[in-house]
């Protein structure tokens, strides 16, 4: 069986349903455009704020003799626990360090090469815009390193109506969505208490979607959002009794 699929455009006609039933007004051009972009926005915070199970990615990169920085997946949203690790030989985890310990760190130690054992995320790229991480001590050889990260769901804003939504969304969960958009859209509803209801179920998703992820048992770095903007991660150690 097929993994049930949505369409930007049924999505947007639900939206459309809502404001137009609420306003008595027609959904022209404009109205149509803004009606993706809340779409837009409430997939991405969803995902962002429950740090969703399904947009939880995989991906390697590379190591060369003498660099020090490698770019990440042009969809990296922010590093997951455990960390990056070799995906060969011992197979060993990378320590996490803050910018200014790594440069604290580096400086003590500036001169060093080797197999990396301490890493960073950097800023993205203003070239390129893809998330950078930069390995400490710098490699000497070619390795490749496992890392584990929440990915930025597929764009929406400047779809059609036959844009299929991220299917690693699961189905059960594609009304929330029109929950988020209305909730974005305050402007169009004439009624608080329609209002107030969009807005509720949109908060009781999100509060239910992060009381879903899945937890790391033990000790773990809740690391900082690397310029992601999740206010759900710290930068001090927390133990968790959750399972995976």
């Given at each position: 069986?097929?993994v049930e699929?949505?369409?930007?455009?049924?999505?947007?006609?639900q939206?459309l349903?809502?404001?137009v039933n609420d306003?008595s007004t027609?959904?022209d051009?404009t109205l149509?455009?803004?009606v993706r972009?809340?779409?837009?926005?409430?997939?991405?915070?969803?995902?962002s704020?429950?740090?969703?199970?399904?947009?939880r990615?995989?991906?390697t990169?590379?190591?060369?003799n003498?660099?020090?920085e490698?770019?990440l997946?042009?969809d990296?949203m922010?590093?997951?626990?455990p960390g990056?690790?070799?995906a060969?030989t011992?197979?060993?985890?990378?320590q996490?360090l803050?910018?200014?310990?790594?440069?604290?760190?580096?400086?003590?130690?500036?001169?060093?090469?080797?197999d990396?054992?301490?890493?960073?995320?950097?800023n993205?790229s203003?070239s390129t815009g893809a998330?950078q991480?930069k390995?400490?001590?710098?490699?000497?050889?070619?390795?490749?390193?496992?890392?584990?990260?929440?990915a930025?769901p597929?764009?929406?804003?400047d779809g059609?109506d036959?844009?299929?939504?991220?299917?690693r969304?699961?189905?059960n969960?594609h009304?929330i969505?029109?929950?988020?958009?209305?909730s974005?859209?305050?402007?169009f509803l004439?009624?608080?208490?329609?209002?107030?209801?969009y807005?509720?179920?949109?908060?009781e998703?999100?509060?239910?979607?992060?009381?879903?992820s899945?937890?790391?048992v033990?000790?773990?770095y809740?690391?900082?959002?690397?310029?992601?903007?999740?206010?759900?991660?710290g930068s001090?150690?927390?133990?968790?009794?959750?399972s995976?």
């Amino acid at each position: 069986m097929a993994v049930e699929t949505i369409t930007l455009g049924t999505l947007s006609q639900q939206v459309l349903y809502v404001l137009v039933n609420d306003t008595s007004t027609t959904a022209d051009t404009t109205l149509t455009n803004q009606v993706r972009w809340a779409l837009h926005c409430a997939l991405r915070d969803y995902v962002s704020i429950t740090e969703h199970q399904s947009f939880r990615t995989d991906a390697t990169f590379a190591t060369s003799n003498g660099v020090a920085e490698y770019a990440l997946a042009d969809d990296f949203m922010v590093l997951l626990d455990p960390g990056p690790s070799f995906a060969a030989t011992d197979f060993r985890t990378l320590q996490y360090l803050t910018e200014q310990d790594f440069r604290t760190f580096e400086l003590a130690k500036s001169q060093a090469t080797g197999d990396p054992t301490h890493y960073m995320v950097r800023n993205r790229s203003s070239s390129t815009g893809a998330a950078q991480i930069k390995l400490w001590p710098t490699p000497t050889s070619a390795r490749t390193i496992n890392y584990h990260y929440l990915a930025i769901p597929a764009k929406l804003y400047d779809g059609s109506d036959a844009t299929v939504v991220d299917k690693r969304l699961p189905s059960n969960q594609h009304h929330i969505l029109v929950w988020g958009a209305v909730s974005y859209m305050p402007r169009f509803l004439n009624s608080n208490g329609d209002l107030t209801f969009y807005i509720q179920k949109w908060n009781e998703a999100l509060s239910v979607g992060r009381s879903k992820s899945p937890q790391v048992v033990g000790q773990v770095y809740q690391k900082l959002p690397y310029g992601s903007g999740n206010p759900f991660r710290g930068s001090i150690p927390t133990i968790t009794q959750g399972s995976q």
